[in-house]
């Protein structure tokens, strides 16, 4: 039993373990956003023509998927801690596998177990928040977040770097961000699980089982992390494919959406204090359409599409971490619960940037850039549902 100072339900701040929640979650942004800058290496690696590089991001998803689900119902029952662990050691472990394959479906398979253990990473770090700061979780989840951001962040940076410290070799790339795992590892072994708060229910919270609730809540998350994983894990190869800049500034540009994510989600701690979750994510998506409506203008303008990738990094930015927010305040958040709201994440995870990888093989950059924007369209109808009479912000 842990220490009445550090119990959650006193809602204190247990500022160790969530700093190392923080460490950890760094692993997550990197194990989500890497796949994008691998893309075209992966791809002369198995001899597979670029497009058909969906399929990766579907397998890897898939595992996420699982992981989310699996992990969510697991997280109710274990210490957290442990099990969290356990998945960043398969993530190294199969990371490390990454860049020595030359079989597609080789390929596929341990991209899946590398999802598999991003996914349930992701959940339990997500969930122990909840658990620790219950009412007062927003700031905290998007602090997380913006963690998340900088991961994803330096992935491209320390990608490239080493590709040419290292002569292009590939293996040392991927090896040297499978590392920055290790310390997560370290700080979950020295600190105690959070315990699941037995009540966490209000009389204003809907019932956890308001299936409509949840199914607007997990298409709201489908389209925001749809575009966000699907634009950052394109844009790389849509502007590399068009010869609209060179590598290294291609790089630039995919680190530059993560760097905007990032601050849009550092903004958004003291914003998140005054300002209702439903309100937040409400404008985040009206921003986003109008961002893609300037990329849809100038498809290969380079400074209009460095402008909009950041505009879109920046309109994501707060969309995941307050949809979450939100629904702590709408139902009980148990690990069931988490699970389910993180099936329409991973779902669009596994399904959109397979989508936009067809798209584009078969049609051409600008109309995948159209296929983002009419997502982004459709969560901002789920949006104004949301915000509708029925459904209070």
């Known amino acids: 039993m842990e220490n009445n100072n550090h119990h959650p339900n006193l809602n204190q701040p247990d500022i160790k373990r969530f700093i190392f929640y923080l460490i950890v979650y760094i692993s997550v942004g990197i194990g989500i956003s890497m796949l994008g800058p691998l893309l075209p290496f992966l791809a002369k690696q198995v ?12 397998a890897q998803n898939l595992g996420y998927l699982i992981g989310t689900l699996g992990g969510g119902r697991l997280f109710d029952r274990f210490k957290t801690h442990r099990l969290i662990i356990i998945c960043l050691i398969s993530m190294i472990l199969t990371g490390l596998l990454i860049p020595c394959v030359t079989e597609f479906y080789v390929l596929l398979t341990i991209l899946f177990f590398f999802g598999l253990g991003v996914g349930a990473v992701d959940v339990g770090t997500n969930l122990n928040i909840v658990w620790i700061f219950q009412s007062k979780v927003g700031p905290y989840l998007n602090a997380l977040h913006l ?3 900088v991961g994803a962040f330096i992935t491209p940076i320390i990608f490239v770097n080493v590709l040419n410290w290292t002569g292009d070799n590939l293996s040392f790339a991927v090896w040297t961000l499978m590392l920055l795992f290790i310390p997560g590892i370290i700080g979950l072994a020295i600190t105690p699980s959070p315990e699941n708060p037995e009540t966490i229910q209000t009389d204003a919270m809907e019932s956890e089982h308001n299936p409509g609730l949840i199914l607007m809540f997990m298409l709201a998350i489908f389209f925001a992390v749809g575009v966000q994983i699907g634009f950052s894990g394109w844009i790389f190869s849509y502007v590399a494919d068009l010869g609209i800049a ?4 291609t790089s630039l540009i995919n680190a530059l959406f993560w760097a905007s994510l990032s601050i849009g989600r550092l903004i958004a701690i003291p914003v998140s204090k005054k300002v209702a979750p439903g309100v937040m994510a409400l404008f985040n998506f009206s ?3 109008l961002v893609l409506i300037v990329l849809l203008i100038w498809p290969t303008h380079l400074g209009m599409i460095q402008f909009g990738t950041a505009g879109v990094g920046l309109a994501t930015s707060i969309l995941f971490p307050t949809l979450l927010s939100y629904a702590k305040t709408r139902m009980k ?3 069931r619960t988490t699970g389910l709201l993180y099936l329409g994440s991973s779902l669009s995870m596994m399904l959109l940037p397979l989508l936009l990888g067809q798209v584009f093989d078969r049609f051409g950059g600008y109309q995948m850039i159209l296929v983002v924007f009419i997502v982004a369209l459709l969560g901002l109808g789920t949006m104004i549902l949301l ?4 459904v209070k912000l």
């Open 47 to 58: 001899s597979i023509p670029l497009g058909q590089m969906g399929f990766a991001f579907t």
């Open 246 to 249: 060179d590598t290294a500034t």
């Open 333 to 335: 958040i148990t690990g």
């Open 387 to 390: 915000a509708g009479k029925h």
């Open 147 to 149: 963690i998340f951001g």
């Open 287 to 289: 921003l986003l359409v």
